[in-house]
């Protein structure tokens, strides 16, 4: 038996992840349960349910019968319980964006020397070569994954792009870290010269950059969001970290250049692909310079190309590795 443990985040990456990776181990007709804390009615009290689940899910697990667990979070690293589930086979997906936010001059010494306590009892499966590189400067086991995490096929279909597109897309979340403020910014820079549209999750976050006086659309779906990418000039990622990173990789797939803030595997795949701009010093004037630049250069009718390899990067092949893996590790102790 194979038990997942979640956070329970409905449209986070990890969420999104784990969810494929469930369908393709029970397509396999394997036992799998997943384990999350208990809905709550407000934010505020489902944010304080996560925190005591991240400390105490291991006395959840230990009276089940699963000989394999995957956490999806690494906070659920730093609970004092893991060493009750030595016996069984451990994993954790690594997506990077709990990494960064313990790496504050206050948390990064304890967090450090917490996650490197965990990596004695889990395996690391990482999302990209960038946290795979990660993990292994502290001391991780990571089993071999050939696929990283990238965006599904639908984004890697072959159309043709649009004579006129014009616009910038950003995807807008809430957080500090998201970066909106700074997006805000920039588009109030280049609304002279090309139309920016924002695409949020929810109605709440729409309605803040609507009062702006911005177009904002409110879609998580996949074949909306790869139609948007595809018609847009370039993608513009404001956040201040990302480890996954999907929004970036899926423009790529579809043929549209990124211009980012963002450090973390952004900033290390800008060294890898041409078509990823990373701005150093999160300097407005610079980005708007570069979204315009890359934009003109995009006025063409002729076919999108995709930016991505296809073999190295992909959603399906990704999760059917690591449900290969659990698989294979059931009964392996």
Same mark, same amino acid.
């Given at each position: 038996?194979? !038990?997942?443990?979640?956070?329970?985040?409905?449209?986070?990456?990890?969420?999104?992840?784990?969810?494929?990776?469930?369908?393709?181990?029970?397509?396999?007709?394997?036992?799998i349960?997943?384990?999350?804390?208990? *809905?709550?009615?407000?934010?505020?009290?489902?944010?304080?349910?996560?925190?005591?689940w991240?400390?105490?899910?291991p006395?959840?697990?230990?009276?089940?019968?699963?000989?394999?667990?995957?956490?999806?979070?690494?906070?659920?690293?730093?609970?004092?319980?893991?060493?009750?589930? *030595?016996? *069984?086979?451990?994993?954790?997906?690594?997506?990077?964006?709990?990494?960064?936010?313990?790496?504050?001059?206050?948390?990064?010494?304890?967090?450090?020397?917490?996650?490197?306590?965990g990596?004695?009892?889990?395996?690391?499966?990482?999302?990209?070569?960038?946290?795979?590189?990660?993990?292994?400067?502290?001391?991780?086991?990571?089993?071999?994954?050939?696929?990283?995490?990238?965006?599904? *096929?639908?984004?890697?279909?072959?159309?043709?792009?649009?004579? &006129?597109?014009k616009?910038?897309?950003?995807?807008?979340?809430?957080?500090?870290?998201?970066?909106?403020?700074?997006?805000?910014?920039?588009?109030?820079?280049?609304?002279?010269?090309?139309?920016v549209?924002?695409?949020?999750? &929810?109605? !709440?976050?729409?309605?803040?950059?609507?009062?702006?006086?911005?177009?904002?659309?409110?879609?998580?779906?996949?074949t909306?969001?790869c139609?948007q990418?595809?018609e847009?000039?370039?993608?513009?990622?404001?956040?201040?970290?990302?480890?996954?990173?999907?929004?970036?990789?899926?423009?790529?797939?579809?043929?549209?250049?990124?211009?980012?803030?963002?450090?973390?595997?952004?900033?290390?795949?800008?060294?890898?692909?041409?078509?990823?701009?990373?701005i150093?010093?999160?300097?407005?004037?610079?980005?708007?310079?570069?979204?315009?630049?890359?934009?003109?250069?995009?006025?063409?009718?002729?076919?999108?190309?995709?930016?991505l390899?296809?073999?190295?990067?992909?959603?399906?092949?990704?999760?059917?590795?690591?449900?290969?893996?659990?698989?294979?590790?059931?009964?392996?102790?």
């Open positions: 038996m194979i !038990s997942v443990v979640s956070l329970g985040s409905k449209f986070s990456g990890g969420g999104i992840v784990l969810r494929e990776i469930v369908a393709a181990i029970e397509a396999r007709s394997i036992q349960e997943t384990i999350e804390p208990t *809905r709550a009615v407000s934010i505020f009290l489902q944010r304080l349910l996560q925190v005591i991240i400390f105490f899910w006395l959840r697990i230990i009276n089940t019968p699963a000989q394999t667990v995957l956490v999806a979070h690494s906070l659920f690293l730093l609970s004092p319980f893991i060493f009750l589930l *030595r016996k *069984r086979n451990l994993f954790f997906l690594f997506q990077g964006e709990e990494y960064k936010a313990l790496q504050s001059p206050m948390m990064a010494h304890a967090a450090h020397w917490l996650l490197k306590g990596f004695k009892y889990f395996q690391c499966i990482p999302t990209n070569r960038y946290l795979l590189d990660v993990a292994q400067r502290m001391g991780g086991q990571t089993p071999p994954i050939k696929i990283s995490l990238g965006p599904k *096929r639908e984004f890697f279909f072959h159309q043709e792009a649009h004579i &006129d597109r616009y910038v897309i950003v995807f807008a979340r809430e957080g500090y870290n998201k970066g909106l403020v700074d997006a805000l910014e920039v588009a109030q820079r280049i609304r002279q010269e090309l139309t549209k924002f695409v949020a999750p &929810d109605e !709440s976050i729409a309605a803040k950059i609507r009062a702006q006086g911005f177009n904002c659309l409110v879609s998580v779906d996949p909306h969001v139609r990418l595809r847009a000039t370039a993608l513009f990622l404001p956040s201040h970290y990302e480890g996954l990173s999907l929004p970036m990789l899926e423009a790529l797939a579809v043929g549209t250049p990124v211009v980012t803030y963002s450090k973390g595997f952004p900033q290390y795949y800008s060294n890898l692909n041409n078509h990823v701009r990373f150093e010093g999160r300097d407005a004037a610079i980005a708007s310079a570069s979204l315009i630049e890359v934009s003109k250069s995009q006025f063409y009718s002729a076919a999108c190309n995709a930016f390899d296809r073999t190295c990067f992909s959603f399906e092949g990704y999760c059917d590795e690591v449900a290969n893996l659990l698989i294979n590790s059931v009964g392996a102790r």
